[in-house]
């Protein structure tokens, strides 16, 4: 675990709606749907403290309480394994909430765009440089490395300007995120000079993509706050840090490891197969059943062994 980093403070914003998610998202946050055991909150937490940084900051908005009361202490049910006896899972239970971990949460009351949300989160930052992770964008380090924002925060430490997670994308992908062009300082970190929200490819400045992980220095607030309403008529985040760009650096930074976005379906369930396969406990079983699993075709229907799942008929 990388243990000195000038990072303390990471924001999760987790008001957004999660429609591309409903029903699931219905009256639940999309960040606690789970991949395997964990939900994505977590795992984006996790991903922080291995970055070293100890105070966490949640923008939350409606039907988000799940999330404070899952990083919150849950006496009955800890009184009942311990009662059971049931340490594993009391240990398993307790390892949400490191004793020095510490908690804030603050309210968007309406989802005026990413960039609003993290500006909700000013005050609790102050004047220091932090992190945003969007806990929708699963990152998983490389085997035996550091995490995504560990390999950032190594980064940040060096360069002390803002710094920004980014991959390369197939050129007909150009058109889902933002892209950032500038010139190459070394290998794996480009000085950004321009940064464009959703190209189409033929446009594109380059197939660098911005992934949901950031390391921002506080002059990004006053971007935010005299900022103009942009794409999708929302405060984008992307707006506030290409104002920034104007007065300071700003870096991309090529991680090793891989994103799933599980904000789409799709991500969501490359991540619960792959992070499933690796699972210590059933990741022998889940490759043994998908080795056996007989996937039956039929005609235009994509049916797995022509089970069909029930729903509601008149
Ligand atoms: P998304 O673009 O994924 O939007 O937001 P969403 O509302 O969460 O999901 P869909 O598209 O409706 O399915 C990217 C990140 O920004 C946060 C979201 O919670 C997510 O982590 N966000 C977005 C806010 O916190 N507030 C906002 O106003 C918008």
């Known amino acids: 675990m990388q243990k000195h980093t ?3 403070k990471a924001v999760f914003p987790v008001a957004g709606l999660g429609t591309r998610f409903l029903p699931a998202t219905k009256a639940q946050p999309k960040e606690m749907l789970p991949v395997v055991d964990k939900p994505l909150i977590q795992y984006a937490v996790e991903e922080a403290y291995s970055a070293g940084i100890r105070h966490m900051i949640f923008v939350t908005g409606r039907n988000k309480r799940a999330i404070e009361d899952h990083f919150d202490t849950a006496y009955e049910l800890e009184n009942e394994l311990e009662v059971a006896k049931k340490l594993k899972l009391l240990e398993v239970l307790r390892s949400v909430q490191p004793k020095d971990l510490h908690f804030s949460y603050v309210r968007q009351a309406r989802s005026l765009g990413l960039g609003h949300a993290v500006l909700c989160a000013e005050h609790l930052v102050g004047d220091e440089p932090f992190a945003v992770l969007l806990a929708d964008d699963l990152m998983v380090g490389p085997p035996g490395g550091l995490s995504v924002l560990g390999q ?10 803002s710094i ?16 950032v062009a500038g010139e190459t300082v070394r290998d794996g970190l ?34 935010l706050r005299h900022q103009n309403k942009g794409a999708g008529g929302e405060i984008q985040l992307t707006d506030g840090i290409a104002g920034l760009m104007q007065h300071q650096g700003v870096y991309a930074f090529q991680y090793q490891g891989k994103r799933y976005d599980c904000g789409s379906k799709e991500g969501f369930l490359e991540a619960t197969v792959e992070l499933a396969l690796n699972h210590h406990e059933v990741g022998g079983y889940f490759r043994n059943y998908l080795e056996n699993l007989q996937i039956g075709w039929s005609g235009k229907e994509r049916r797995v062994n022509k089970l069909t799942p029930v729903v509601y008929q008149d």
Not at 164 to 179: D, F, K, N, S
Not at 191 to 217: H, Q
């Open 190 to 223: 480009i000085k950004v000079s321009a940064m464009v929200e959703k190209p189409a490819p033929e446009v594109a400045p380059s197939r660098m993509a911005v992934a949901g992980r950031y390391i921002l220095t506080p002059g990004v607030f006053d971007q």
């Open 6 to 8: 000038q990072l303390k």
């Open 152 to 161: 950032m925060a190594e980064q940040f430490n060096v360069l002390g300007e």
């Open 164 to 179: 920004l997670a980014v991959q390369e994308v197939p050129a007909e992908q150009t058109q889902r995120y933002g892209i």
